[in-house]
């Protein structure tokens, strides 16, 4: 049954005493489809699907001139009453990082190149064409080749989570975390945010540190006002960054997820409804909503689910196509194309549309959206 | 591995013969569990949990002076577009009954003992005792043996579904097929109901019997009207029973799901949340609404998934228990026993409250939501 063998990577001890795993647990794992063989962007790497023991999802092992490990960001976890779970969860203090709505990037450097990684531990031809243009990092990695910048690549020239953020455009990186290539172990608030701005690299917001025992009544505060300015939501941190940070979102990120999935129900809305829904709950509840406030959350929520459905389902009886269509910038056709066979390795089914005055148009088809939208309106049956 | 051997039952070439299956086939339903073993309320039969060929989950197979089946209710599929769905599905005639909002049972005569099954076969002791106080069967079941009456046990005192309806108060029972125990052949719909007027039996509403051109919009101003007076929806048929018939619910109807679902949000909602809302998608399109209507609806949908939410999270946060309280008739507790035992057969974790002036009080505890929403409200992270 098992043609292949293992990659010849895996089987380095080498990596087994880096990673802290027994070899018969890796090879094992790559049956299992945990790890995967990753040649691409002509590297010789593997690429972890699944978490595996403290290694993070994402992590990529690569075999360059010497052997390096890239671990994985790690998942932050959600809070959903904010006061019970500060006071659980922190010491003295929290810093509260502002959560941008984009997409989480690792770039660092390998072999003397720079390159960035999407969360899942791929190359993103666009991510990293850009993040060289955007970002001047010649210097830091010459002084710190053994980090990883993490941040979040937003604006709306972005394949993946187009949004607009004022102070951005098109496209713009903001870093959130420095950490150490193969443990992980993060810089300090400070100390981070000390180094970005020597290098003049931009570091998400800081929109304050509190003590633990007024944090969650600044927080609310702090997401009501992102929320109303269309903004996600905070990242909490421990100072020291020694323990775990947490995340919270606003009411408007929820709906305008929710907005986002619910215009290709059949493809995206199963996985976004309960979470976002729930989240709601305890949010509409610990921020102790006036009747007016609270009708105002269910409207918004209401029309956040029923009008993108709606759109969808005119938009297929009007022989449209349910799909996104991602913007991004390119020089030559080669480019694009090169993203959307990038696209095609997530599963993600694209197309190019067209390209012009530097910008090429990719459609990213929800395919069972379509059909079963276009058989309900030809009277199929549920 | 198979320690038990095939029920005798089972092993009988008859039931092969009757039900038109192999004995192989039937003794793999009973290995993979579509078939059971049932052995309650002085019944030796077996039970069919899910579909197998053309027999019906809920079907039961009786040993009694005779063998007999009792067909299992066949499944009644949605149409989420009238229009196209009615044009494509029926002929010449829709008729139109209510379809109101309760359990469905099926009562039949085995060896002179009226039994009322629920939808999964089950024989409800509740069921069973109130349909023979309610219902004066004797006659019709002399006269026609073979016949399976179905219909929706609706009303106040209900275990399953208690839902006000001003024209049955506290239990009622309302007829929609009458069909034959072994081929599930149903009367057509005017035989039906003459025959039910002859024996003093009760239908459902008859709400119109229209030509297939002119029935979609005439079914809109209906489902609106019960809607509006918060009735579920309506049952689409063949007046001669011959085509499958078709169901459609009120906005309403929907709303009420996702309240009931939503106060339960860790035991029920993720089942109930889709589905409800692409209902309400999709009959938002079809009903072309205004952008007054369409606001209406979005917010009745958010309200309907918020506020249960919220008003079980303050609940658990005063102590109680995220649980709903089910009422019923009895004579004594051993009635109240016999049912809460039936309950614990269908997997649904109850507890006697309390008797008085001859109800019995049943707590129906959702174990998941207490447990879940304790943690957040202790700052458990999601």
């Known amino acids: 049954m098992r043609e292949k063998n293992i990659p010849p990577l895996l089987a380095q001890e080498e990596i087994s005493k880096i990673l802290n795993i027994s070899s018969h647990k890796l090879e094992e794992a790559y049956w299992k489809g945990i790890i995967k063989n990753y040649q691409k962007h002509n590297l010789d790497a593997i690429q972890f699907r699944k978490g595996l023991g403290s290694v993070e999802s994402g992590t990529m092992v690569i075999n360059g001139e010497t052997i390096q490990v890239i671990r994985g960001f790690p998942k932050i976890r959600r809070t959903l009453m904010l006061k019970p779970a500060l006071k659980k969860h922190f010491l003295k203090e929290v810093a509260v990082e502002e959560k941008m709505n984009g997409y989480n990037v690792r770039i660092t450097q390998i072999d003397n190149n720079i390159i960035a990684f999407t969360r899942g531990g791929y190359i993103c031809p666009y991510t990293t064409r850009k993040a060289k243009e955007i970002l001047d990092l010649e210097d830091f990695f010459q002084k710190y080749p053994e980090m990883v910048i993490c941040g979040e690549m937003v604006g709306t020239l972005n394949p993946y989570v187009s949004h607009y953020y004022p102070e951005v455009g098109k496209l713009g990186f903001r870093i959130f975390d420095l950490r150490e290539k193969q443990t992980n172990i993060p810089l300090p608030v400070k100390e981070k945010r ?103 959350r269910a409207l918004r929520m209401g029309e956040s689910i029923l009008y993108p459905m ?73």
């Open 194 to 296: 000390d180094l970005l701005r020597e290098y003049e690299l931009e570091p998400v917001r800081l929109l304050g540190v509190f003590p633990v025992d007024e944090a969650p009544e600044k927080i609310i505060e702090i997401v009501r006002d992102l929320g109303a300015n269309n903004r996600e939501g905070v990242v909490m941190k421990d100072p020291m960054m020694q323990l775990e940070p947490l995340k919270y979102t606003s009411s408007q990120a929820q709906a305008s997820e929710l907005e986002y999935a619910l215009g290709y129900p059949f493809d995206l809305a199963q996985a976004f409804l309960f979470s976002r829904i729930i989240r709601e709950g305890f949010q509409a509840y610990e921020m102790a909503e006036s009747t007016d406030e609270l009708s105002k």
């Open 310 to 382: 709606l759109e969808t389902i005119k938009g297929v009886e009007n022989g449209e196509v349910a799909a996104e269509d991602l913007v991004i910038e390119v020089e030559n056709q080669n480019e694009a194309e090169e993203f959307i066979r990038h696209l095609r390795d997530l599963k993600v089914m694209a197309t190019l549309v067209e390209i012009k005055d530097g910008k090429a148009v990719i459609r990213r088809i929800h395919q069972s959206t379509n059909d079963r939208v276009k058989n309900y309106l030809h009277g199929g049956l549920y």
